[in-house]
């Protein structure tokens, strides 16, 4: 996952307590009790309410790969809200969030050192107050740039500058990302 928005997702989804629906039928009656009806169902996936119908009914099994993919998707996206609110709540009061990542990081620092971009590998433990930032900016629309610079700040403040122990006033760039995931 290249993302870091994919990355906050598939840590909430660790959290889950269960599977989500396997079949199409299951997971479009899964949609269909969440937005209260079939016409909803059918404008969120851009299909005809009868095919909804149908989905629900299991009278249509096997839907197109695309098709197959948004549905996993949405069903992904309202699966067990409690349970993700819960794992935010977690990490963004207590536990914090762990990132492991592998990206180019080049940072600006006193004259007289090296501040050429290099490629890392980095496990690093970010306390709860990036956690909240992260899922706060994820919730209020927050574009991938802004994301990055937020995970940026936690990586610089907490690998970097070591909590303020070392390396003052380096700012940290977060670029090129090849490896982005999260562990809450």
Known sequence: MDTVGDGLEEALQKAFTRPIPRSAGAQMRYLVKQLKGTRPVAELLGITQRTVERYVKDQIRKPRPELAER???QVRGRW???VRARAKKLAATTTGIVIDTRARFGYTAAPG???DPRLRHLTVALP???AARLFDAQEAGATEPQLRDIAAEGLGEMYFRDRGRRAQGL????TDVEHV???L
């Open 71 to 73: 549905l996993e998707r």
């Open 80 to 82: 067990q809200p409690q």
């Open 113 to 115: 050192t090296t501040d």
């Open 128 to 130: 709860p107050e990036y």
């Open 171 to 174: 700012d940290v760039e977060f």
């Open 181 to 183: 995931e999260f562990d």
